[in-house]
């Protein structure tokens, strides 16, 4: 079985903190994803990264900013957090051979940026 | 513009088959649809994938048309576990990942 760890289930920071939110797949999944969900707006992806070091923005990237050093591991990084930011942050992962390519998600991180 | 566009929210009851239908005008040429349950405070879980026509698994089938514009996920015989948020997946033009806004499923006793 696939599985997604997300090194948080719920954070509390103060505005201008740096937040770090850490990502960790055991099946040697090429793809990993940032997510943010927010109430009536759905899954909006932030950031997605297809090989190690390699990284690229997805819709919302801005007031974010990503880091993949190891294959198993990718973190989302809040320069300086603000409220807005407030939100459900989910991690996911996939094979990466192309094609029909599933995902598979985190528990999520709830954020609360006060 | 890509847009993945889903009804807001459905009820049904226990028993019923419940068809959830995908908007997606600008799917890629070779990819396929994917739909994730989500239950809360959970990431969503893969639930079914087809490219076209029909695929059926133990849990649900996936209805496609010839132009792909759209596909409609049907949950047989639901009950009171299958209440959940329901999302369609897709890759469109331009290798743009989108999900569509989410359908709120509420089953009733």
């Known amino acids: 079985d696939v599985k997604v760890t997300q090194s948080s289930r719920y954070l509390v920071k103060r505005t201008g903190e740096k937040v770090f939110l850490e990502c960790v797949q055991d099946m040697d999944h090429e793809n990993m994803f940032w997510y943010r969900q927010d109430p009536g707006l759905g899954l909006r992806l932030i950031y997605f990264?297809?090989?190690?070091?390699?990284?690229e923005k997805g819709d919302i990237p801005e007031g974010y900013s990503v880091s993949r050093e190891k294959k198993e591991r990718f973190s989302l990084i809040l320069e300086s957090a603000s409220t807005n930011q407030t939100s459900m942050y989910l991690c996911?992962?996939?094979?990466?051979?192309?094609?029909?390519?599933?995902?598979?998600f985190g528990p999520g991180t709830r954020l609360l940026v006060l | 513009l890509a847009k993945t566009t889903q009804p807001i929210s459905m009820d049904s009851y226990e028993g019923q088959e419940v068809n959830i239908t995908c908007s997606h005008n600008?799917?890629?040429?070779?990819?396929?649809i994917t739909w994730y349950q989500q239950f809360p405070s959970q990431g969503p879980r893969f639930i079914i994938q087809g490219y076209k026509t029909k695929v059926t698994n133990e849990v649900a089938s996936l209805f496609i048309p010839a132009d792909r514009k759209s596909s409609t996920l049907s949950l047989p015989r639901v009950s009171l576990s299958d209440t959940a948020v329901y999302y369609c997946l897709v890759k469109a033009a331009g290798n743009k990942l989108t999900f569509g806004g989410g359908t709120r499923v509420l089953v009733k006793p």
């Open positions: 600008n799917i890629a040429t070779n990819d396929y």
């Open positions: 996911a992962s996939s094979l990466g051979t192309g094609g029909a390519e599933t995902q598979y």
């Open positions: 990264s297809y090989d190690v070091k390699m990284k």
